[in-house]
């Protein structure tokens, strides 16, 4: 078991804001990443840690023994962001104009590459994400999205070719 | 600078607030703002589960609350649905839909701080009649205790839980001036009080409907003055004829 994991297993409420500190950015930034939206990124990033808590004060010692802690995030993650997705699909569809007014404005182009993102399929987009602008390993994203290593790869592939050829086109 | 190095560098810092915000929702931390009452600005924590604390805003309450309860606070607003029901609660003294927090008293602490927040405003009841409400007719110094502790205090309204001799005694909310405040204030005329408990009368009775009350009772202050009659006792008005009030059931 990991030195994080022993910590949330002995107390949680002392060791969880340290799960936050160590994953909240790269969580908060990939999920910006992939819905576009800075206000709907804050509430998936909020709503996930919020339910990795509840969850884990439900765990035994063998669940602790076993977690991956940011590939079980992760997948928390993305079953939040699927089912927003289909709430938001429901509602009926505006062109939406999103105020970036809060960003930072030293992060680059941040339109740019939210144009560029939604122009990927989702698994592409999800594949991309978690491997170059998160940094998970492929079999960690295997674990989060449930789809095949060698899916996952072939993801990644076609994603980035596609950003290449985007980025040539903006260039 | 080829794609993928350019994508490690779409990161940046956690956005304000969003720490805090788990922490809220989470629990690990409770929100407090600030509130008007008859006694002054006071400070109310919550959480997830409801309000968990008052204090005397001039107090220290941070760090009182974080000893006491082993967590910290942040400032927030409290929840949206719970924005307009804090005032109306500290207001009417009384949580109304209001949820509230007592995880860290007792189960018996518990139903002893509901029964005490049954107590109509501008009336009082003595340590032994919680006691028996909550059919633990033995138990009235713990009764006296679980009031020290009430950790929502104006809300939860132990103001109105006098000793068990009729005088109005000790109070957590900055001291028992601030008790006889909020008495006189919501009406119930401490002075009055401490008068009939120096002549050890616990109960009167209305001479016309037979029927006997705690002082403060609705019931017998609508009585006209001159068929009050005065007990030392509840048994005392039994052995005179009057049966007890259901409204306040002496």
């Known amino acids: ?171 | 600078m080829n794609i993928e190095q350019r994508l490690q560098d779409l990161t940046g810092p956690l956005p304000d607030g969003l720490s805090e915000g788990v922490a809220l929702g989470t629990g690990i931390a409770d929100g407090y703002d600030f509130y008007e009452s008859p006694v002054g600005e006071v400070a109310v924590t919550f959480n997830p589960r409801g309000v968990s604390s008052l204090s005397l805003a001039s107090h220290d309450f941070e760090t009182y609350f974080a000893h006491r309860y082993g967590r910290r606070l942040i400032r927030a607003k409290a929840p949206s649905a719970w924005a307009e029901q804090i005032p109306a609660a500290i207001e009417a003294g009384t949580p109304g839909r209001l949820p509230v927090d007592l995880s860290p008293v007792t189960p018996f602490q518990t139903r002893i701080l509901r029964i005490a927040a049954t107590i109509p405003k501008g009336e009082v009841r003595p340590y032994g009649w919680l006691a028996r409400e909550a059919e633990r007719p033995g138990a009235a110094r713990a009764v006296g205790s679980t009031m020290a502790r009430n950790p929502i205090p104006l809300i939860i309204p132990c103001h109105r839980v006098v000793r068990s001799d009729g005088t109005i005694g000790a109070y957590s909310l900055g001291g028992p001036h601030i008790k006889w405040e909020l008495l006189t204030y919501e009406g119930a005329d401490p002075g009055h009080l401490e008068d009939l408990a120096e002549h050890q009368v616990r109960v009167q009775g209305n001479a016309s409907t037979h029927i006997f009350c705690h002082p403060t009772c609705r019931a017998i202050r609508r009585s006209k003055p001159g068929n009050v009659v005065d007990f030392k006792s509840g048994r005392a008005a039994e052995e005179a004829g009057f049966r007890a009030c259901r409204l306040c059931r002496p």
């Open chain 1, 1 to 171: 078991m990991d030195e994080l994991a022993t910590a949330l297993a002995a107390d949680l409420d002392r060791a969880f804001p340290e799960v936050v500190k160590r994953l909240g950015p790269r969580l908060y930034w990939g999920l910006r990443r992939m819905c576009g939206d800075p206000q709907e990124a804050e509430d998936l990033t909020q709503e996930t840690f919020i339910r990795a808590y509840r969850a884990l004060g439900d765990f035994d010692r063998r669940r602790f023994e076993d977690l991956r802690l940011t590939a079980w995030v992760w997948t928390i993650a993305l079953n939040l962001g699927r089912n927003h997705l289909r709430d938001r699909s429901r509602r009926p569809v505006f062109v939406e104009m999103h105020d970036h007014g809060r960003e930072d404005p030293d992060l680059p182009d941040q339109r740019a590459w939210d144009a560029r993102f939604a122009a990927l399929n989702r698994n592409q987009r999800t594949a991309v994400v978690l491997r170059h602008v998160v940094g998970l390993g492929i079999a960690e994203i295997s674990q989060s999205t449930g789809r095949p290593e060698g899916t996952v790869k072939a993801d990644i592939h076609r994603g980035l070719d596609r950003l290449r050829e985007m980025m040539e086109q903006d260039e």
